[in-house]
């Protein structure tokens, strides 16, 4: 019996430190830093716009034993959009673009991630979720690049522990999806906005 007792306190404490190791960790993408950013691009036949937005925030659960069960809302402040012209700028955050007075955010929120692929401390996939921009709301999947870097949060941002998880992704959308002046200007103004995505995540530890 007292045998019995021990062999079982003891797969109790080894299925509870095994939770606890694969807890998924909450990482904050709000940086303290300033220097999460996306990045656009419009290429139509008589002008290349490129612009970026640094107004990023939102929180992901990520595990990095199960990183297919990811989770999270990855929000962009519409008036952080940016580009150099200053008439294009004002046009950008107007109510014929993307009326950003009316839409101040722009979100992805993840739903499931599919093809998982984990080499070392980097996992690939696709990663399916909802895009909503000017208030249209599409279910999108696009390939994404997660990089879960232990015990590096000090390195970045000094005077704190923890880890980081940095979040890379590519993708195009059509801006007449979102009613963005559609059938509108696309000699100037490309139907296809390319986006990418580099930003870090922070999981403080005391």
Known sequence: MILFRQLLLTGLLAGLTYGAQAAPQTFDFKDPKGVNNAVFQLDAPLESINGSANGISG???FDPENPAAVSGKIIVTTASLTV???MQNTHLHGPNWLDAEK???ISFEAKSLANVKTTDNVTTGD?????TLKGVAKDLTVPVKFTYLKDKLGARVPKLNGDLLVIRANFAINREDFNIQPGQYEDKVSTTINLS???AGASPKP
Do not use: D, H, Q, W
Request: glycine share 6%; charged share 5%.
């Open 197 to 199: 995505l580099a930003i």
């Open 103 to 105: 839409f101040p955010e």
């Open 84 to 86: 150099p012209n200053p």
């Open 59 to 61: 929180t992901v659960s």
């Open 127 to 131: 990663l399916t979720g909802t895009f």
